[in-house]
DNA sequence: CTAGGATCCTGTCAGC
DNA sequence: TGCTGACAGGATCCTA
């Protein structure tokens, strides 16, 4: 779920929270959520650098290990001193008491303030990397650039490689494009009046510039609103709300009305993931007409 | 090499 | 109420 802006989000957030602090003490509560190199590597260390890399962050650590964090679906960030910063998965582990019910792994730092990996289907996870390992890692080492640093050109080119397949699968995959999911791949298709259903090699060269510029768009929106935060998530009636209902044009809108067209938003089932439509704004079959 | 489907795991919700 | 199947903001593995 956590996708490109809530992952750089959590970044932000966490660069404020815990850059410098040290690591006292990681505690495993799911096994399965900790790869790579053993946790006695990273306690005693200071965070001396938060990076992102398409959905995955990455903490650099004095000694020049890395542990690389990858949320997948449900995983969440949450972070609790003086004041709480929440963000990933939008559920209620923004919320609870610490641990919660969810979480898999949590560090202590020196201050006496605490970091929570929650992760509800245990598909994310934390994994210890050397400077080598980080190279060879295969997810980091094919992950294709990020839409702010790929030319129309580049985009179209790859573009290329999949004529036969489906235009929303493959801007989910992140070999193509780094760090599009579910919510923004809908909202991208929407803004390029794209149907997702479509062949590759039925997208023209101008609604694929449209699709480029949609992504780099709802993704820089929503980075500019702070993602799903725990700031959004709480409303003052204290009922759930995120900054989907903000920005979200078909997104999770299935049966409500188009705000460009007024036809009724459907969803359907593309490249075996729930997917969002207006279908007058986003034809099927006349996609580059 | 690409394309598509199954799979990992837990929880919730709709429908019987 | 209790059960069952579908589905979920992701990526990988397996097969054709």
Redesign the pocket.
């Known amino acids: 779920?956590?996708?490109l802006?809530?992952v750089e989000t959590i970044r932000r957030g966490l660069e404020e929270k815990i850059l410098h602090k040290r690591v006292m003490r990681v505690v495993i509560l799911c096994d399965?959520s900790w790869r790579g190199l053993g946790k006695e590597l990273v306690e005693g260390q200071q965070i001396v650098r938060l990076e992102r890399r398409?959905?995955a962050l990455l903490m650099r650590l004095e000694n020049k290990l890395w542990m690389m964090a990858?949320l997948?679906?449900t995983g969440q960030m949450v972070y609790v001193g003086a004041e709480r910063f929440a963000a990933g998965?939008?559920d209620s582990g923004f919320l609870d008491e610490m641990p919660g019910?969810?979480t898999r792994i949590y560090f202590e730092f020196d201050d006496g303030t605490h970091l929570y990996f929650n992760d509800?289907?245990?598909?994310g996870f934390i994994k210890v990397l050397d400077e080598l390992g980080l190279q060879s890692d295969?997810?980091l080492s094919s992950l294709a650039p990020e839409p702010w640093d790929m030319s129309e050109d580049e985009f179209w080119a790859r573009l290329q490689?999949?004529?036969?397949?489906?235009i929303k699968?493959?801007i989910?995959d992140?070999k193509m494009i780094a760090g599009v999911?579910?919510?923004y791949a809908d909202e991208a298709c929407f803004a390029a009046g794209l149907y997702p259903g479509t062949r590759?090699a039925a997208v023209s060269r101008e609604t694929a510039d449209l699709l480029l510029r949609g992504l780099r768009e709802v993704m820089q929106r929503s980075i500019d609103s702070g993602?799903?935060t725990m700031k959004d998530y709480v409303r003052a009636d204290g009922t759930k709300g995120?900054y989907?209902e903000k920005f979200a044009q078909v997104f999770r809108r299935e049966g409500e009305l188009c705000r460009r067209c007024g036809n009724e938003i459907l969803k359907t089932?593309v490249a075996?993931?729930?997917t969002h439509y207006c279908p007058h704004c986003q034809p099927k079959g006349r996609s580059d007409a």
């Open positions: 779920m956590p996708e802006p809530e399965k398409g959905k990858h997948r679906m998965h939008p019910r969810h509800q289907r245990k598909f295969t997810f490689r999949h004529k036969k397949a489906i699968a493959v989910l992140q999911g579910n919510i590759v993602g799903s995120s989907l089932r075996g993931r729930g």
